[in-house]
């Protein structure tokens, strides 16, 4: 059974901070690209983040890029998304991701997807 469970979301003034956490039961997480994906109301998902499977590469979305860090931590199975200086523009579900895929940006290429968990940024 594979299973990503994300946790952290929440409600937040603007300027503030968020920490998103995946757990992820795969047994070979380390050798998965890890995606984020955020999807607000009436909008289609859209790529947020992305980090290599040995953490030595990251990606961002140029929305977040300079406010939001992803990182990894093999050892326990979990992936992480460090939110700071929160938008309204923010506000969405986001999504955690594991795939194999070389196009990193795209949720095509992700083979696994979380339950996703509210992120909700007031102005």
């Known amino acids: 059974q594979v299973q990503l469970v994300e946790s952290g979301g929440g409600l937040v003034q603007a300027g503030g901070s968020l920490r998103l956490s995946c757990a992820v039961s795969?047994?070979?997480?380390?050798?998965?690209?890890m995606g984020w994906f955020r999807q607000a109301p009436g909008k289609e998902r859209e790529f947020v983040a992305a980090?290599?499977?040995?953490?030595?590469?990251?990606y961002y979305a140029d929305s977040v890029k300079g406010r939001f860090t992803t990182s990894r931590d093999n050892a326990k199975n979990t992936l992480y998304l460090q939110m700071n200086s929160l938008e309204p523009e923010d506000t969405a579900v986001y999504y955690c991701?594991?795939?194999?895929?070389?196009?990193?940006?795209?949720?095509?290429?992700?083979?696994?997807w979380g339950q996703g968990t509210q992120v909700t940024v007031s102005s």
């Open positions: 991701a594991a795939g194999r895929g070389s196009a990193y940006y795209s949720n095509t290429q992700y083979l696994y």
């Open positions: 795969l047994r070979t997480f380390s050798s998965y690209t």
């Open positions: 980090i290599s499977w040995s953490g030595s590469n990251t």
